[in-house]
DNA sequence: TATTATAATTTCACATTATGAAATAACATC
DNA sequence: GATGTTATTTCATAATGTGAAATTATAATA
């Protein structure tokens, strides 16, 4: 389709004609939760451009309002822009409509948060959440990236997607979030196969102490695992009596949704 | 600074050496909630590019994930990724982390739910929602564009900004969206001039029928009108002797706000 | 207040990269 | 099977994006 070279597709993709928008978009993905501001220096040495390329790409950037600038130091941040299509790709996100239905009873349901996620590289993004009962944190985490190997929808993700996705992602080290996060690769694996047979995965303070999460996949037409989707709450009220119960909401909710994308099992 | 052209200036700003970045953004601007799904040929036509060009950039935008397919149509949406970024840019966003206490403190005051708005061309953004007691429609409308003229929100910030900007955002037509919706210019002009005496504004069922909203502004260091913060809910609950009320406690936070800025009265 | 170091802009010559007309391929629709 | 419509691909051309170097602004230190 392209003449695209070998070596290149192991590192960044790059079709003719597109490098100053890759290099745009470069800059923007370095903004991060745990790095929501840059220098320009700084931006330029990580994404490896040349800091005058930066530099005016970041301009560009400013000018649309994608980025904004600290106005005592000077410093890079994601601007309005960003926030604003950011709001209209949730809004016209197929899965998210498909889905949110379903989500909202499946929080009646359960009484707990419910939440739609799909796979991106190493983490999961959280598309839509519907509090429970108990409502704690909101909907804060809508647009929030978290990782695979601690997330129950990660897990079931990576059960459900190919081998050769799953193996590079068990290749990198897996960060431990809390003592109980798993991060060892055989581990995981033993893990992802009981997923597969089971249909649902769990985790129980892998991500954060005290917090529960059961998922199911989510499947499409094309019988690929699309989404998944949770139910999580305090390990207080998700106690492991609740937990067959819960599961089993959560699962008939994805098939629910997996049949109004077209998928027909069997 | 740089050498752009006078006619340049009204149409679409440029800036030299970031023309296909320009573009590119142009392309994801394209897309809206009444629009969210564009072929190439009416986006191409809708930005004024050339077909291909369109296709190249969309082509970039789509490899890095900030738009997607219709895997039947083959028509363009926005990408996950965006979702993502906007996330990034929310959470990072330092008027919203500022304002979010005193935000969730109004809400609760008035059980009402309160908003973070801020000015984006003719409409504002809103940067963040926290629900009252009664909780109605759910955060969906943060990352949102509402018409200024139609908003209390709006109608706050136009009134504390330039006059100049009044007058550009007056001098197109303002669209009716329910039947008390103010689309005369010169009835807005008395409003705004009452707005700016008083400190506040209302709107009574101009943006939607039965929707009753209450606005102040939100000054930052350098005297500017940077964002706007009000509360609103049902007519049925916020009625005409409640509001002056609920007026004092908008003010009051948002004056709040305002200090937490570096804004010193006097 | 001078001196130095660091980071942010601007300039500019150069050629790589983006451009768009035209051709081709892939779909629908009749 | 013909016809119109839309999506891709090709490719010659030069306009656009590039980055080294110079300049300016800003902070840190003596």
């Known amino acids: 389709m392209f003449p695209v ?24 993905k370095a903004f991060s939760d745990a790095q929501p501001e840059w220098t320009l220096n700084d931006l330029a ?20 309002h994608l980025v904004m600038r600290n106005p005592l130091s000077g410093a890079y941040r994601l601007g309005v822009e960003l926030i604003a299509l ?17 989500l909202v009873t499946l929080a009646e349901q359960s009484g707990e948060a419910a939440t739609l996620e799909v796979l991106m590289d190493a983490h999961v993004l959280v598309l839509d959440e519907v509090a429970g009962d108990n409502p704690m944190g909101m909907t804060q985490d809508v647009g929030s990236r978290l990782p695979v190997h601690a997330t129950a929808t990660g ?28 991060t060892e690769p055989e581990q995981l694996r033993r893990e992802l196969a009981r ?3 089971e249909g649902f995965a769990v985790t129980q303070g892998e991500l954060e102490p005290g917090f529960v999460a059961v998922a199911a996949p989510v499947i499409d037409r094309e019988r690929q695992a699309a989404a998944a989707i949770s139910v999580g709450g305090p390990s207080l009220r998700l106690t492991a009596e609740r937990l067959p119960q819960i599961a089993a909401m959560v699962q008939m909710a994805a098939r629910q949704i997996s049949r109004q994308l077209g998928y027909w099992p069997g």
């Open 86 to 102: 950011g709001g209209v790709a949730m809004r016209s996100n197929p899965l998210r409509t498909v889905s949110r239905p379903t």
């Open 155 to 182: 897990k079931v993700l990576l059960a459900f997607s190919s081998e050769e996705q799953t193996e590079k992602l068990l290749a990198a080290p897996l960060q431990p979030l809390t003592e109980r996060t798993v």
């Open 45 to 64: 040495r990580a994404t490896g451009l040349n800091k005058t390329t930066a530099f005016r790409l970041l301009s560009a950037l400013e000018a649309e």
């Open 5 to 28: 070279k070998e070596a290149d597709l192991h590192a960044t993709e790059f079709y003719p004609g597109t490098q100053a928008v890759a290099r745009a978009i470069a800059l923007l």
């Open 195 to 197: 997923i597969r047979q």
